[in-house]
Nanobody, 115 residues
Framework: QVQLVESGGGLAQPGGSLRLSCAAS??????MGWYRQAPGKQRELVAL???????NYADSVKGRFTISADNAKNRVSLQMNSLKPEDTAVYYC???????????WGQGTQVTVSS
C-alpha cells in the first residue's frame, strides 16, 4: 500500500527557515512535489521534481525554496528559506506513480510564519 508521510512543519518567524520532508513507500514514482493550501484559498503547486532531476517552482517561492529528492529512498525535501507570512499554509506532499501516473497525497503538515 502506498503511503506518504510528511514531517518538518511548524512555526517560523518571518525571514526564518524550515525544512519539510516527505517519505513515500509502496511504489516507484516519476514525479514528487509539494503543494500548499491556505485557509480560503485553492491548493497550489509550490515545487516539483522529476526522477531525472528537473525542477519547477511557483514564482512566489523562486529563489527562496529548494526541492530535492533521494530517488532510491522515494524521499523529497523542501528547504524553505526567507519565509514570509504569506507562506503560511498546510503543505501537502504529492507523488505520481510511474506505472500508471496515479497521484498520491500525504496528510499535510502545517507551516505557520508569524512574528
Amino acid at each position: 500500500q502506498v503511503q506518504l508521510v510528511e514531517s518538518g512543519g511548524g512555526l517560523a518567524q518571518p525571514g526564518g527557515s524550515l525544512r519539510l520532508s516527505c517519505a513515500a513507500s509502496g511504489s516507484t514514482f516519476s514525479i514528487m512535489g509539494w503543494y500548499r493550501q491556505a485557509p480560503g484559498k485553492q491548493r497550489e503547486l509550490v515545487a516539483l521534481i522529476t526522477r531525472g532531476g528537473s525542477t519547477n517552482y511557483a514564482d512566489s517561492v523562486k529563489g527562496r525554496f529548494t526541492i530535492s529528492a533521494d530517488n532510491a529512498k522515494n524521499r523529497v525535501s523542501l528547504q524553505m528559506n526567507s519565509l514570509k507570512p504569506e507562506d503560511t499554509a498546510v503543505y501537502y506532499c504529492n507523488a505520481q506513480r510511474i506505472v500508471d501516473r496515479y497521484e498520491y497525497w500525504g496528510q499535510g503538515t502545517q507551516v505557520t510564519v508569524s512574528s
